[in-house]
């Protein structure tokens, strides 16, 4: 999946300053997040998948589909929980980079291929996609494309 060059907007120099600049907003609103958790006694960071699984004894489903998923449904992560905050904030600077080429290819005329989700009672962990998922967020979006694997 690289980035088409024949057109100036389709480089991630082209949108290097404006993902810039969002992802610092993104890490102001990481920041304000992961205080006002800690003020309420709230978890901060997403949750980890192996430990949903476990508290509910969960097993792989059959069922793989494709759908529109809105991002406030997703909550957790199965590898990268420590790389945003619950709400898919950046929670360091040293994903900026890879932030950025995300930012760039949301912009693309192509877009990006659909994230992968594991669906637990109707909340979503991110298998595959989490700068997508956070990119997504940045641009205002409600929604993104997935496929989708039911845990039960």
């Given at each position: 999946?690289t980035l088409?060059t ?32 800690r ?19 969960l ?6 589909h494709?759908?529109?998923v ?5 909550v ?23 932030w ?7 912009h693309?005329l ?23 998922v956070s990119v ?11 496929t ?5």
């Amino acid at each position: 999946m690289t980035l088409q060059t024949d057109r100036p907007w389709n480089t991630t120099a082209f949108w290097s300053e404006p993902a810039e600049q969002s992802f610092t907003a993104m890490r102001r609103k990481a920041r304000r997040q992961v205080w006002r958790d800690r003020l309420h006694g709230r978890r901060s960071t997403l949750v980890p998948f192996d430990e949903a699984a476990g508290r509910l004894g969960l097993l792989p489903g059959s069922d793989v589909h494709a759908a529109t998923v809105r991002l406030d449904l997703i909550v957790g992560s199965v590898a990268k929980d420590g790389l945003f905050t619950r709400g898919f904030y950046p929670a360091t600077t040293r994903i900026l980079g890879r932030w950025k080429r995300a930012y760039a290819r949301a912009h693309h005329l192509a877009g990006y291929d659909p994230v992968e989700l594991y669906e637990v009672a109707g909340r979503y962990f991110v298998v595959d996609g989490h700068f997508r998922v956070s990119v997504a967020r940045a641009l205002g979006s409600d929604t993104i494309e997935a496929t989708v694997r039911r845990w039960a």
